[in-house]
């Protein structure tokens, strides 16, 4: 009998695990997964993606940017512009004070500074929260939003916040507690509305707050904007952390966080969460089919996920596939349910200059643009990040998403197109360097500088893959007693067999195992004329300066092929790594520090398989 029943179970558990299979839902289906121990997660880049910095933090600076914890940016694309909203306190994650800062783009590479949008609140002195012994006295509320923006049918724009309120150790804003969601309008001339409340929390009205409600603008349109906000479950879904617990517009109450949706064909929408978790609605989010699990084969963590339909008409997934926020990736489907690949968008991880609560290490709580706040003209994706909840990013991620090259290289940035010469190349661009194409003495270049003693520029171009290539180059050095640069081959994995270095004392020098090989001297502003030859099979590469004979070196680590050729000022970092703890409580030293400009040009790159 025990037997039988044993039967009965096992088939029936297995009855449901083929029901959950075959669910309509969101899945990765592929193989590639991240290695942690590489800030890079040894993926092979999305090509073309361009990682560019918008805001870095400087305590030291008389702007606003002076507030060293930043995080949880949002994106829209309206009236020919870029806007990006993020959130800042002014060292740690739920601390002191927070106000909600805007800053705006008319191509996504060149932003404007940070403007406070959400100014800081002053919570009323003598507030307590239910079941707690903390009083207010001289607390701010602190910012904490799950959307940023909306734009109305009427096609004007609206940025959003909500203030919550921390008070004593633990305490939680988002804990149905706090003040209330706050809107304003954004103007076509760059200018903002009035703030007014658009829903209050419990104890909170028109009576005891600093701003009105909606309900009493006398602007119609504004007024019915706000309502369709309300009267839309899958907004109203993404605030459903910071409302009442019993809030009657909040379609699916429980702990679920940092809700983000994109529409199937069929009129299904997905519903994304934290963990990437995932649920289908076929109700425009009043409800949902399953309660929200984790979508299979995803690996995520604590940190958010963003999805959306790409131009092309396939969709794309972004977040941190580790358990860790680095690094960020991408991954691409056809049908917006199969998930097949996982390319990188960002594997960098720059020095976290200022201690604070919370302040998680890497590129992370990414978010794009949802789909009624504007769609960029280019057709790319666009998503936007925060680096150790320190500085705000965002990446240009081309349309298609693709990770192979079949033509080989032959750019010659002196004729090439500007607008589009580095199309096919990776960018990495914190504010204080920089890489992008310049006219220098009349003629275009692919110029690289460094003035950030943290931080790095980085450009990197694909090529067809092979055992045996022959890549070309020339550059330009704009200094010889300070700054470096570092040029690596890699394979697909971003593992370097070949490193060549233009150190701060004018030498030339590659990298031999342990040790260095000089390679001669190079001087500022000659140009240099550079080829290389590297065959994996027998370990060997040869280095030819401006003609002269070729000095032969062994790969100072084993790779089967080689794809990629590298510009880097600084060198490879590899803290934090999984073992590095949590949070960093102290600052480095001369955080503040801003350094002298070192200057690299690129003028051409070719390649070609041996």
């Known amino acids: 009998m025990k037997k039988i029943n044993y039967l009965i179970i096992a088939i029936a558990a297995l009855l449901v695990s083929q029901h959950c299979d075959a669910q309509d839902t969101v899945r990765y289906v592929g193989s590639t997964l991240s290695n942690i121990d590489y800030h890079h997660g ?6 073309g993606v361009h990682n560019i910095q918008t805001m870095r933090a400087n305590r030291a600076s008389a702007a606003v940017n002076n507030w060293t914890y930043n995080h949880a940016p949002m994106l829209a694309y309206w009236n020919h512009t870029f806007y990006l909203e993020y959130l800042s306190n002014p060292v740690g994650e739920h601390q002191d004070k927070g106000r909600s800062l805007l800053q705006t783009s008319a191509n996504g590479y060149h932003w404007s500074d940070p403007v406070v949008v959400f100014p800081t609140y002053l919570v009323p002195d003598g507030f307590v929260k239910e079941g707690k012994k903390d009083t207010a006295k001289n607390a701010f509320a602190v910012m904490h939003q799950r959307i940023g923006f909306y734009t109305s049918t009427s096609n004007r724009l609206f940025v959003l916040g909500y203030y919550g309120i921390v008070l004593g150790q633990k305490d939680d804003p988002n804990d149905g507690n706090g003040i209330g969601r706050v809107i304003r309008e954004v103007n076509k001339d760059g200018s903002f509305g009035n703030i007014y409340f658009l829903r209050y929390n419990h104890r909170f009205n028109e009576s005891n707050t600093n701003y009105p409600f909606y309900t ?13 906000i309300l009267n839309t479950p899958l907004l109203m879904q993404q605030m459903v952390e910071e409302a009442d617990r019993d809030d009657v517009l909040i379609p699916l109450k429980k702990d679920f966080k940092a809700f983000n949706y994109y529409h199937l064909p069929n009129g299904h929408v997905v519903g994304l969460w934290k963990y990437a978790l995932t649920s289908i609605s076929k109700d425009e989010g009043k409800t949902w089919t399953y309660n929200p699990t984790r979508a299979p084969g995803f690996v995520n963590a604590n940190a958010k996920i963003w999805g959306q339909k790409t131009s092309d008409q396939k969709y794309a997934t972004v977040y941190n596939p580790s358990e860790f926020r680095w690094p960020l990736a991408v991954s691409v489907s056809d049908d917006g349910l199969q998930y097949k690949n996982l390319l990188l968008v960002n594997g960098e991880i720059t020095s976290l200059r200022y201690g604070g609560a919370y302040k998680s290490y890497g590129p992370q709580y990414v978010r794009g643009i949802q789909e009624m706040d504007g769609t960029p003209p280019d057709g790319n994706m666009w998503v936007t990040y925060s680096m150790n909840k320190e500085d705000i990013w965002v990446s240009k991620i081309p349309v298609p998403i693709v990770s192979v090259v079949t033509k080989e290289v032959n750019d010659h940035f002196e004729i090439l197109d500007k607008v589009h010469a580095l199309d096919a190349w990776n960018i990495y661009a914190p504010l204080l360097c920089n890489s992008s194409i310049e006219n220098i003495n009349n003629k275009n270049a692919l110029v690289i500088s460094d003035a950030d003693p943290f931080d790095y520029a980085k450009v990197e171009r694909v090529f067809p893959a092979s055992s045996n290539k022959e890549i070309s180059f020339s550059i330009t050095a704009g200094q010889q007693d300070f700054g470096n640069l570092e040029i690596e081959l890699v394979n ?9 270095l233009l150190d701060s004392t004018g030498a030339i020098t590659t990298k031999q195992g342990y040790r260095l090989k000089s390679l001669g001297k190079y001087t500022s502003g000659a140009r240099m004329d550079i080829t290389l030859t590297c065959n994996t099979k027998t370990r060997m590469y040869t280095v030819s300066i401006n003609g002269g004979k070729p000095s032969t070196n062994l790969l100072f680590a084993p790779v089967s092929e080689v794809e990629r050729l590298v510009f880097r000022t600084g060198s490879t970092r590899r803290f934090p790594d999984a073992d590095t703890p949590t949070d960093q409580a102290y600052d480095l030293q001369q955080p503040n520090l801003i350094g002298k400009k070192a200057v690299f040009l690129i003028h051409n790159v070719t390649t070609k398989s041996l």
């Open 42 to 47: 040894q993926l092979s880049p999305a090509i």
């Open 216 to 228: 009493s603008s006398k602007d119609a349109g504004f007024v019915k904007a706000c309502e369709e």
């Open 492 to 500: 697909s994995k971003g593992l370097p067999c070949v490193r060549i």
